[in-house]
């Protein structure tokens, strides 16, 4: 007795789609379910926080380092959502709001610094008075968004892990030259801009719940590197750097009591010290240089919780 060749066809697909049926089914009870909690997580925003910024240059062109430090109120907000038990996800934002401006540093550790005669286009060797070369007027402004998802570990500990949207840009202007033998030329404002994509993966203990608890906490370490990035600066017209290389580091924490069963008052602060490598950029008649930096910030606030 022969079979006719469609019906072993459709008997093959048959069970083909048995078989893949039966995956799905067991992928479907392995998976936690997918289920909105509407007890735990919260919104938050910080209408009182402080941010100090400590920001540093260090090219590898000429021993001279460029080092700041300023303040500026920031903005900050952000929700905590709950999916299921075991999987939550975090949205924030933190922005500088009005920063101030502060006073920045050229210093040398060096006797002596390279200058380009302007006469014979060749760089000398000058002997310096002293470590300040220059100073001028620095401000700078910050933006991050960041999406992480909270991955359940044991209890209250949690796998996170995701990506960090962040704008950069700072101002030098009013340069005031004290040796005026190293830098030739009086320098002009110059604005620097760098927008960047960052991963970022750590640990977090969280207790989920401000409805109806007396208390609520929160603890994160994480690092980061930048998965893409871009920088430009008036100074180099028509050049932008593009070099990824670096890390960050943070720590984070917040703790709040009730004010009443839906909303909280607590205390929130962050540190994050991040490096960003150089990058030299040789177009055959000069060499343009986005230096190492160094950027360590400290942010401490009052905020308010909520869950309805």
């Known amino acids: 007795m022969h079979t006719h060749p469609l019906t072993t066809a459709r008997l093959r697909i048959a069970l083909t789609g048995l078989a893949l049926s039966q995956v799905g089914i067991a992928l479907a009870q392995a998976l936690p379910e997918f289920k909105p909690s509407p007890d735990r997580g919260f ?21 001279v380092k460029m080092s700041s430090k300023t303040r500026s109120a920031m903005l900050v907000s ?8 075991d999987l939550l996800m975090s949205l924030d934002n933190l922005s500088t709001f009005a920063p101030t401006d502060s006073k920045e540093n050229w210093t040398t550790s060096s006797s ?4 380009k005669n302007t006469n014979t286009g060749v760089w000398e060797p000058v002997a310096t008075t002293g470590p300040l070369l220059q100073t001028n007027r620095f401000s700078l402004n ?3 968004t960041r999406l992480l998802a909270h991955v359940r570990s044991w209890k209250d500990t949690f796998y996170v892990g995701g990506v960090s949207f962040r704008s950069q840009s700072f101002k030098r202007y009013d340069f005031r030259v004290v040796q005026s033998q190293i830098i030739a030329d009086q320098p002009v404002p110059s604005e620097e801009s760098t927008s960047e994509v960052v991963a970022e993966i750590g640990l977090a203990m969280e207790s989920e719940r401000v409805k109806a608890s007396p208390t609520h906490y929160g603890l994160k370490v994480s690092v980061g590197t930048p998965l893409w990035r871009r920088t430009t600066n008036t100074s180099f017209p028509g050049y932008t750097f593009s070099n990824r290389q670096g890390w960050d580091a943070n720590v984070e924490g917040r703790y709040s009591w009730a004010l009443s069963p ?4 607590g205390v929130w602060g962050k540190y994050t010290f991040s490096e960003r490598s150089g990058q030299v950029i040789n177009d055959g008649s000069d060499k343009y240089e ?8 400290t942010t401490v606030g009052v905020e308010l919780l909520w869950k309805l």
Do not use: W
């Open 43 to 63: 919104s938050y925003f910080l209408g009182l926080a402080q941010q100090t910024a400590a920001y540093s240059e260090k090219p590898s062109i000429f021993d």
């Open 78 to 85: 952000g929700a905590l959502y709950a999916f299921n038990d």
């Open 112 to 115: 002596t610094l390279p200058v």
């Open 142 to 144: 910050m933006s991050n």
């Open 262 to 265: 839906i909303a909280h008052l």
């Open 290 to 297: 986005l230096p190492l930096s160094h950027l360590r910030t």
